[in-house]
């Protein structure tokens, strides 16, 4: 059960419902997340609150280095 405090603290935060039912904290400006590999075509990234999914694909280009999955 929440108490007044955590109410008071959470009332100006904004949160995502992922498709599991959780709720997370978004943050106010982005962030970047990093993986450094020597293998990126092993990797695959999952969107929790969309269910989309991305495998890399070997390409180093910022903004092309993941191709979206098709849904089963």
């Keep these: 059960m929440k108490n007044k405090k955590e ?9 995502r419902k992922l498709i599991n039912g959780e709720e ?6 982005a962030v970047n997340l990093i993986i450094r590999t020597k ?11 969309t269910g989309q999914r991305y495998r ?6 910022i903004g092309k280095m993941f191709t979206l999955i098709a849904p089963d």
């Excluded at 890399?56 to 280009?61: D, F, I, K, L, Q």
């Design 7 to 15: 109410d008071i603290m959470n009332k100006n935060k904004t949160f």
């Design 24 to 29: 997370t904290e978004e943050l106010g400006s």
């Design 39 to 49: 293998c990126p075509k092993k990797w695959i990234i999952e969107d929790l609150e």
């Design 56 to 61: 890399a694909n070997g390409s180093t280009e």
